[in-house]
């Protein structure tokens, strides 16, 4: 598949990626998920363990909530949170949700499913088709986040390397990594908006 050998290319883009200059992040081309204006704005890697489950109870929009009072409090806007969840039929591989650019966040009004809410911006944000994309797991194994710790498990494990305090930040790299995934999922797949 087309996709996988990105991947591949991906890797050595990452290796290459450039850092942050000027408090600007440096990009080669504009990409059609235009979500990093002027300043660094910050990424999240989020896994959503329950989608599967939730999913007839919420909207196709990009969105998230979460019980994570750490989370709420570091996310603001302009931010991104990059969703995963695992493949309903494979529960061992890994899917891009979607990408939620964060336009405000509030205390949820309805508790009953998490305690606060990121209103999305809904027309920066971007959700993937599910069904047409390759498993995750390569791409997830290339990210090393603020922290410098790479996600050393495999399959469903890796949930448990995303669960601490609902999310782990990402780095400026892993961010440029995860928004050319993102875009060779639309230019290939035309259903990913």
């Known amino acids: ?7 591949t290319e991906l890797s050595r883009q990452r290796n290459a990626a450039k850092h942050p200059v000027g408090g600007r992040l440096v990009m080669q081309q504009q990409s059609p998920i235009r979500y990093i204006q002027e300043g660094v704005m910050a990424g999240y890697l989020a896994y959503w363990k329950d989608y599967w489950h939730q999913i007839s109870k919420t909207n196709n929009q990009p969105h998230w909530s979460t019980d994570s009072e750490m989370f709420y409090k570091a996310v603001h806007p302009g931010d991104t949170i990059w969703g995963v969840i695992t493949d309903e039929r494979d529960m061992g591989k890994w899917k891009l949700l979607w990408v939620v650019v964060v336009k405000k966040r509030r205390p949820n009004n309805n508790p009953k499913y998490h305690r606060y809410y990121f209103v999305a911006d809904q027309d ?3 959700t993937f088709n599910l069904d047409q994309q390759p498993d995750l797991t390569p791409i997830l194994w290339l990210l090393q986040f603020n922290s410098g710790h790479s996600i050393g498990l ?3 494990r890796i949930g448990r390397a995303l669960q601490s305090h609902g999310y782990r930040q990402l780095s400026h790299q892993d961010v440029a990594l995860l928004q050319e995934y993102a875009d060779v999922l639309v230019k290939h797949h035309p259903g990913n908006s």
């Open 154 to 156: 495999s399959g469903a």
């Open 124 to 126: 920066r944000s971007r």
């Open 1 to 7: 598949m087309a996709l996988c050998v990105r991947c």
